[in-house]
């Protein structure tokens, strides 16, 4: 009779298979790349160019094999005629080529997310299998056909279960990266995961339902199954901040898939990264749509006719910069539909030739053409003339156009007249500031329309020089050798001539703000303002999008409430999907019960119904009399959360959140707390830890949002509310904030404060 001992015998074998296949994968892979390697530079070009081809081949073949080394099998699916299909993060067959692994991407692994009792068809069975390294510590099987004879045996064997592998995932402590749930997707998830390229998805969800995690499958899943596009255009993840890029940046790598470019909003122009925060309100109108048009019209005002145009001397001849020809000359320009600096070169190639005219008709002789080359190349050079191209069409950078805009309050009233004074007010800052997030849309915007910059553009032509002369290179080489057809082609030996290899071409899309992606990602996507999206929508032209948020998150004043309106304005109504999970797998129940009902009470939209487990005393409050004793209580309540949930192999997180106001006042109580309570080597260690990877930090609620802990301090939320620039951001950073723990949320606070608001 089988016993559960017997079982975990039988997935140990199969495992131990599996990844002796894998290890013998690695190391033909390493074999190979030492064999090309060893060859060195000897050859002819053509040889040298194969083997470096060949050597990048097995580079990124190691890469993958050897990301895929944690939970490598976590399924199984029995059919009715007794076969058995595992389910893994990659494929892999023998070496007869006989299927031993299915990727769980694959067609033929969709019924271990999707499958049920009423339509699972030829599968009887699905098994979890649980991995400690490579061993084998558990199997809970589903039975999907009650009339299979694999109701009993797996009754028998003890390892007839439903949602264990789920719930053992959730009670695990966190760390400082996200893990994949490939184990463990819902088929609503699934569903949403493996819907087409071409849509638009959107992807509503509260707190804990999985979104993050779903945007990041279907990327692996897009990656997959368009393989052959999205390699050579790219994927695009843009997240809410820099730490929760650090939190996800594990998951595609551990899903086969590397060479994705992860960016927030502040940092995606190349060679720009914005880390200073405006005000929310100076954010808002920053973000208000009508900004590009206040930026068209700071462009369009360089380009005019100047009030004074000069007469200048060539070789003894008057010559006059008329307004007739200054105008031909724009209309000439702007015909071409280029950038504005790019323009610029039909603008001065049009006035140096009418200038040219005017001296031509004073001569009281015909020029042969020397002398009319001379006449332009005087007239190219002389100052008065380089000054009134300037001023009629000026060349510009998008920092300086962006720099020179707010500092001066007359050019804002100018260009956005629909700006009252207290807006301008606000808008206006000292000329030299930093960049703020907020500036970034509008650079971007500034940049679509400058074009590059004469000296940029000089080098990129340059580059493209370079390029085309590679390419013709690439393509003789191969003709040459008679093996242009086969696994090398031209743009492949172009590609390793250059490194372009998959994580290349993320390097290169990422180094070029015109890059076009051929899908993205955006994560806290309700925090984008009407600036934001357009800046994400000229890089992706197929319009295909992951979109994942929650609007009873937005504190964003520019942000999104209700997907419709935004998304019906950028894709069309129509052309876009809305998926809702409602599933909260993060929380304990009590804490969602409790952050749904004040979240539901402050007029937020909830989309969570149901919390899948009930986690005991998970939600404590803590009042104290005053100021001067609550720094002390969160320091008590964060230190001993930490002794409870944080680890010294690096697991375990623990948060107090709290108003902006406070943070320095707790961080420095809290450094004290910890050298008192775990003593001075563990808080030395703790201390030293990166901020996005701290096991016990002090956070605002911007922060923390897309982010998770085992436990969560919320210190004083009314004065938290009172500090949001309005009472809708109030309410969605409250929320954000209490539904961050896996296991214990804590509310600290005092008792005016707990007059001040009801939780």
């Known amino acids: 009779m089988s016993t559960y001992a017997t079982q975990l015998q039988e997935e140990q074998r199969a495992v131990d298979r599996t990844y002796g296949r894998l290890d013998a994968l690695r190391a033909g892979a390493r074999e190979r790349l030492a064999t090309v390697r060893a060859q060195g530079s000897h050859g002819s070009p053509t040889q040298r160019t ?29 059919a009715k005629d007794g076969a058995k299909r595992y389910i893994g993060r990659i494929g892999l067959t023998d070496e007869d080529h006989t299927p031993i692994l299915t990727d769980w991407r694959a067609e033929a692994a969709r019924p271990f997310y999707e499958a049920t009792p009423q339509h699972h068809g030829d599968i009887v069975m699905r098994r979890h299998i649980t991995l400690r390294f490579r061993e084998v510590v558990g199997v809970e099987d589903e039975v999907l ?48 995961i493996r819907s087409e390229l071409s849509r638009a998805v959107v992807v509503q969800g509260g707190p804990g339902t999985g ?36 939190y996800i940046d594990q998951v595609l790598p551990s899903l086969g898939e590397t060479g994705v470019v992860s960016r927030t909003i502040g940092d995606l122009i190349p060679g720009v990264e914005a880390t200073a925060l405006d005000d929310p309100q100076v954010a808002r109108l920053k973000g208000e749509r009508r900004m590009a048009q206040a930026i068209r019209n700071a462009v369009a005002a360089r380009e005019r006719v100047p009030k004074a145009l000069p007469t200048v001397q060539i070789s003894g001849i008057a010559v006059p910069m008329l307004a007739t020809d200054v105008e031909q000359a724009l209309a000439d320009a702007r015909r071409t539909r280029q950038p504005h600096n790019k323009a610029r070169e039909t603008f001065v190639k049009s006035m140096l030739s009418a200038m040219r005219t005017r001296y031509e008709e004073r001569l009281d ?24 191209l300037n001023l009629a069409w000026l060349p510009m950078t998008g920092r300086w156009l962006i720099d020179d805009l707010f500092a001066k309050p007359a ?29 970034i849309p509008l650079l971007d915007e500034a940049l679509e329309l400058l074009g590059e910059d004469p000296k940029a553009a000089a080098r990129r032509a340059r580059e493209d020089a370079r390029r085309a002369e590679e390419d013709r290179f690439a393509r003789d080489t191969l003709a040459q050798a008679g093996i242009g057809g086969g696994i090398v082609t031209s743009q492949m030996l172009l590609d390793h001539i250059n490194g372009d290899d998959a994580e290349s071409t993320a390097a290169r899309a990422a180094a070029d703000r015109e890059w076009t992606y051929g899908h993205i990602v955006v994560d806290e996507a309700q925090e984008l303002t009407p600036m934001d999206w357009r800046m994400l929508m000229r890089r992706c032209p197929s319009r295909s999008f992951t979109i994942v948020g929650d609007v009873a ?21 129509g052309r876009w999907d809305l998926n809702e999970l409602t599933i909260n797998y993060r929380n304990p129940r009590e804490v969602s019960d409790l952050a749904s009902r004040f979240a539901t009470d402050e007029g937020l939209y909830i989309s969570t119904v149901n919390a899948v487990r009930a986690v005991p005393d998970s939600v404590r409050r803590v009042t104290v009399d005053d100021a001067a004793a609550l720094a002390d209580a969160v320091a008590g309540e964060a230190t001993a959360l930490g002794r409870e949930f944080i680890a010294a192999d690096g697991t375990g997180r623990v948060a107090v959140i ?12 809290l450094e004290r ?15 030293a830890q990166d901020p996005w990877d701290a096991q016990l930090a002090v956070c605002s609620t911007g922060e923390v949002k897309g982010l998770e802990y085992d436990a969560v301090v919320v210190v004083e939320p009314g004065l938290i509310e009172q500090e949001a620039p309005s009472r809708l951001s109030a309410a969605a950073d409250l929320y954000v904030a209490m539904t961050r723990p896996t296991q214990r949320l804590v509310i600290v606070r005092t008792a005016m404060d707990e007059h001040a608001l009801t939780l």
């Open 658 to 669: 709290a108003p902006d106001s406070m943070l320095d006042g707790l961080r420095e109580r």
């Open 211 to 246: 979104k993050t995690a779903v945007a990041l499958h279907r990327a692996a899943y897009l990656l997959y199954t368009h393989r052959r596009m999205l390699e050579r255009a790219g994927v695009l993840v843009v997240g809410p901040s820099s730490e929760f890029l650090h």
């Open 673 to 687: 707390a910890a050298r008192e309570a775990y003593g001075q080597a563990e808080a030395d260690r703790l201390a």
């Open 365 to 388: 002789y015909t020029p042969d053409a020397e002398e009319l080359n001379r006449a332009s190349q005087l007239l190219r050079m002389n100052d008065q003339v380089r000054v009134a």
């Open 145 to 192: 056909d009650v009339h299979s004879d694999q109701v009993g045996q797996a009754s028998a064997s003890g390892t007839l279960t439903g949602e264990g592998a789920l719930l053992a995932s959730l009670s695990s402590r966190r760390t400082g990266r996200m893990t994949d749930i490939v184990a463990t997707i819902q088929a609503e998830q699934d569903r949403i």
């Open 411 to 439: 050019k804002l009233r100018m260009f956005a007249p629909w700006l009252t004074d207290e807006e301008v007010t606000l808008l206006t800052r000292p000329k030299g500031s930093p960049l703020t997030r907020s500036d």
């Open 553 to 573: 998150q937005t504190s964003a004043l520019g942000g999104t409430h209700a997907w419709a309106k935004t998304m019906d304005r950028l894709f069309g109504a």
């Open 50 to 78: 194969e083997r470096d081809s060949f050597a990048t081949m097995y580079e990124d073949r190691l890469i993958q094999l050897r990301a895929v080394e944690d939970r490598l099998v976590f399924g199984r699916l029995d």
